[in-house]
């Protein structure tokens, strides 16, 4: 980074520190920090169709599908939310792997489980062998994202359902009175109204999701605890920067990072929910 | 081998008793609902010391944070802050690095008169290092509930206590502690389940398993790894859970009825 930084056993103190903060594997630990927020980012939009899908499948009139909706939102109550971390993103893998299989591969006779092995063909790999390292990590980075929108998806729906259940009737019958559709009653009315009782579900949920993502390490990709370990580790002489054990020092430096989004996500929250209660009849906006 | 020998050779193989060697091949549906349920002895050790131990601490705190001194409060706040402002993970990870820091020989203490050694050894390990941290966490957690409910008890119970002049102690005995528990008891029900999938995160994510003794998720990865199939060994820890999980709900609903019992019931 610097011109000083070209023999780091010569310098010491702020130099060395210096040089030390920005050498390469220090820039991918930033930009770790990066994958983070845009995997909390990526997934929201993907929690929300998720959660409002869960929802009206739990209030659908066609009773398979309300069954649906039922059984996916209770079943993150009961299950930790690491193994659908662990199971989603292998099923997955599998599961596009054999119907790429099935579809590039159909005079292949064998079997795709052979004991203990799961073999396809080549050309149903997914990613390709061949394609670059990139394509890996996007693709590992993907299965991640659609397990987190899984299980906070069915988060989500339980807080969606609630507050569609939680506006108060008068309303929905005052827009049936006036001869609204039943389309126009939820769009008008039910939809507008629901957000400022789904708020504090979901803004509980955003935390939990924080909280969550230094899961990703578990998945295999490259986040700030990978590197926070791999960073903390002690390095021998060795190396260009050698020092003792510094993990401790680099763990706790994730924790005031995850103590700062936590907090400014809190405050955020609470002006959101100020906003969204005026003129509503609620405690919230009579403060 | 039949099911039940399996079940002789691996029932308690988590926590060392037992055939020594895990299968290495032909894993039989046995196996894997055998060995799975043993690493549950794990979890369940972790939910009930945690929860049980965590409860006294957390109603210290509660009662700190609602303090008129701020020699409590500012401690009590800071500390529900920072566990509940971070990732469990994260903590395992910190407190586990902090552990491995101490020296493994042992503290000495003395005490003037007696010299005593402290074994800190044990703290890298998943029984204690583990339970430590599961237990500060629940502690922060449940802290902020029963504060929550702590504020929200009507005040006007607290009035006629002291109207009918009760003292402090009798006040927090009679009327507030109950009426916080029994406020806090959803809440802290769900905290209970939250807890106990928790303790899937102590054998695969921070702490060691030392010879191969983990709890359920340990298995289920070890067997999901080495079949290449995530469809069984999964499933059968969802179910382990599952059933957990109603166990807790049933013996929480039990206490609570017995918490509102006075209360009349409006359906």
């Known amino acids: ?287 | 081998m039949s099911c039940f020998d399996t079940l002789t050779s691996y029932g308690l193989r988590s926590i060392g008793i037992g055939e020594r060697l895990l299968p290495k091949s032909d894993f039989t549906l046995c196996d894997q609902v055998v060995l799975i349920g043993s690493g549950m002895i794990w979890n369940v050790y972790f939910a009930v010391l945690a929860l049980s131990l965590g409860f006294f601490f957390a109603v210290s705190l509660a009662l700190g944070r609602n303090s008129d001194n701020a020699l409590f409060r500012i401690p009590a706040h800071a500390f529900i802050f920072v566990i509940r402002g971070s990732p469990l993970f994260i903590q395992f990870f910190l407190i586990y690095e902090a552990f491995v820091l101490i020296p493994k020989m042992g503290w000495d203490i003395n005490l003037g008169f007696i010299e005593i050694t402290v074994e800190t050894k044990w703290l890298t390990k998943a029984w204690l290092g583990a339970l430590i941290t599961l237990f500060l966490n629940t502690a922060g957690y449940t802290a902020n509930i029963f504060y929550g409910a702590l504020q929200s008890i009507p005040k006007g119970d607290i009035e006629a206590a002291l109207a009918i002049g009760m003292s402090k102690r009798q006040i927090f005995w009679r009327i507030s502690f109950p009426t916080m528990l029994r406020l806090a008891w959803p809440s802290y029900t769900n905290e209970a389940i939250f807890l106990f999938h928790a303790t899937a995160l102590v054998f695969f994510s921070s702490f060691p398993a030392w010879r191969q003794k983990g709890d359920s998720l340990y298995y289920a990865s070890y067997f999901a790894d080495k079949t290449f199939n995530p469809f069984v060994p999964y499933p059968i820890i969802a179910v382990y859970f599952i059933s957990f999980t109603l166990l807790i709900i049933l013996l929480f609903g039990y206490v609570n009825r017995r918490l509102n019992r006075h209360v009349a019931s409006n359906t």
């Open chain 1, 1 to 287: 980074m610097f011109e000083y930084c070209t023999d780091p056993k010569l310098i010491e103190g702020f130099q060395w520190w210096s040089c030390y903060l920005s050498n390469g594997k220090h820039l991918n630990f930033y930009f770790s920090f990066l994958v983070v927020l845009s995997l909390l980012a990526l997934t929201v939009p993907f929690i929300l169709l998720f959660g409002f899908t869960g929802a009206l499948a739990r209030r659908a009139s066609f009773t398979p599908l309300r069954w649906f909706g039922t059984i996916y939102t209770s079943m993150v109550r009961g299950v930790p939310d690491i193994i659908f971390f662990l199971f989603v993103p292998i099923a997955m893998d599998q599961g596009i792997e054999v119907i790429r299989h099935k579809i590039k591969c159909s005079d292949w006779s064998e079997s795709i489980r052979q004991g203990n092995d799961f073999v396809v063909c080549t050309a149903a790999k997914m990613p390709l062998s061949s394609s670059p390292q990139w394509v890996h990590e996007t693709y590992g980075f993907m299965l991640a994202t659609i397990a987190f929108a899984i299980v906070f998806g069915a988060f989500a729906a339980n807080t969606i359902h609630g507050a569609l259940g939680a506006v108060p009737k008068g309303q929905l019958e005052t827009g049936a009175a006036f001869g609204m559709s039943p389309r126009q009653i939820f769009h008008r009315i039910h939809l507008p109204q629901m957000w400022v009782y789904a708020l504090p579900g979901l803004s509980n949920l955003w935390m939990i999701l924080i909280k969550a993502s230094p899961l990703l390490f578990l998945l295999g990709v490259e986040d700030i605890v990978y590197w926070a370990r791999e960073l903390g580790g002690s390095k021998t002489a060795r190396f260009a920067y050698p020092h003792g054990d510094w993990r401790l020092g680099y763990f706790l430096f994730l924790l005031v990072f995850y103590l700062f989004l936590t907090w400014a996500s809190e405050k955020f929250f609470d002006r959101l929910m100020h906003r969204l209660s005026r003129g509503q009849n609620t405690a919230a906006s009579m403060a």
